[in-house]
């Protein structure tokens, strides 16, 4: 996966150096966006270059397919990873990284204790009068976080209820200007990922697992 991730942003810096930006109304990475990017009529060698990444873009997708089936069918009877994958947002990988880190939702007392556990808490750096957000809490699970963090952007893409709720953080900003500016993606996507562990908290507690 951070093979993966490493080809994309390596796609995505082609891109930036020659100020191309993404057609509306396609989502990145999908099979239209990366016809589009095929088409692009870059120089011989950024068009090299261009699909040598999309080869072994292609090569990992594979890879990491053949890697969910194993891992599915090595927890094909395990309730927590069941009930994992029949909730929106959630894929193989995310699943089966949640039950190896989380293990049992029930341990923790509530969503917030599990919100930071899970590294997606945002740390307060406030002084007097002064409220400021200073990123996300140091503990957790680097690969937990990360894993959260993806599911939370694809729930800001797919699901409506988190894009509306992604809209309501930036209108919440405290001045119009701030409102016009918005606030930072990654602060946003935080958000959606901290406020998603906690209602999952009560859909995985015992009693809800039996309805797998």
Same mark, same amino acid.
């Given at each position: 996966?951070?093979? &993966?991730? &490493?080809?994309?942003?390596?796609?995505?810096?082609?891109?930036?150096?020659?100020?191309?930006?993404?057609?509306?109304?396609?989502?990145?990475?999908?099979?239209?966006?990366?016809?589009?990017?095929?088409?692009?009529?870059?120089?011989?060698?950024?068009? #090299?270059?261009?699909?040598?990444?999309?080869?072994?873009?292609?090569?990992?997708?594979?890879?990491?397919?053949?890697?969910?089936?194993?891992?599915?069918?090595?927890?094909?009877?395990?309730?927590?990873?069941?009930?994992?994958?029949?909730?929106?947002?959630?894929?193989?990988?995310?699943?089966?990284?949640?039950?190896?880190?989380?293990?049992?939702?029930?341990? #923790?007392?509530?969503?917030?204790?599990?919100?930071?556990?899970?590294?997606?808490?945002? &740390?307060?750096?406030?002084?007097?009068?002064?409220?400021?957000?200073?990123?996300?809490?140091?503990?957790?699970?680097?690969?937990?976080?990360?894993?959260?963090?993806?599911?939370?952007?694809?729930?800001?893409? #797919?699901?409506?209820?988190?894009?509306? #709720?992604?809209? &309501?953080?930036?209108?919440?900003?405290?001045?119009?200007?701030?409102?016009?500016?918005?606030?930072?993606?990654?602060?946003?996507?935080?958000?959606?990922?901290?406020?998603?562990?906690?209602?999952?908290?009560?859909?995985?507690?015992?009693?809800?697992?039996?309805?797998?």
């Amino acid at each position: 996966m951070k093979q &993966r991730t &490493r080809v994309k942003l390596r796609l995505r810096a082609i891109l930036r150096e020659h100020r191309i930006k993404s057609p509306t109304g396609i989502n990145a990475w999908t099979k239209a966006w990366l016809q589009w990017l095929q088409a692009i009529d870059f120089d011989e060698t950024t068009a #090299f270059l261009r699909d040598e990444y999309l080869d072994e873009l292609t090569h990992l997708n594979a890879k990491i397919r053949e890697v969910e089936h194993r891992l599915l069918k090595q927890t094909a009877n395990d309730a927590v990873v069941s009930k994992l994958l029949s909730i929106e947002g959630i894929g193989p990988i995310t699943a089966i990284t949640m039950r190896a880190e989380i293990a049992r939702f029930e341990r #923790f007392d509530s969503g917030k204790q599990l919100s930071r556990y899970c590294g997606v808490t945002p &740390r307060n750096a406030s002084s007097g009068q002064k409220q400021a957000d200073a990123g996300l809490v140091k503990a957790g699970n680097d690969g937990l976080r990360v894993v959260l963090i993806q599911a939370a952007q694809r729930l800001m893409n #797919f699901s409506p209820h988190w894009s509306a #709720f992604a809209l &309501r953080r930036v209108a919440a900003c405290d001045t119009p200007s701030q409102q016009k500016k918005g606030k930072p993606h990654n602060v946003i996507v935080a958000a959606v990922a901290n406020r998603w562990l906690r209602r999952l908290y009560h859909q995985m507690q015992p009693d809800q697992l039996l309805s797998v």
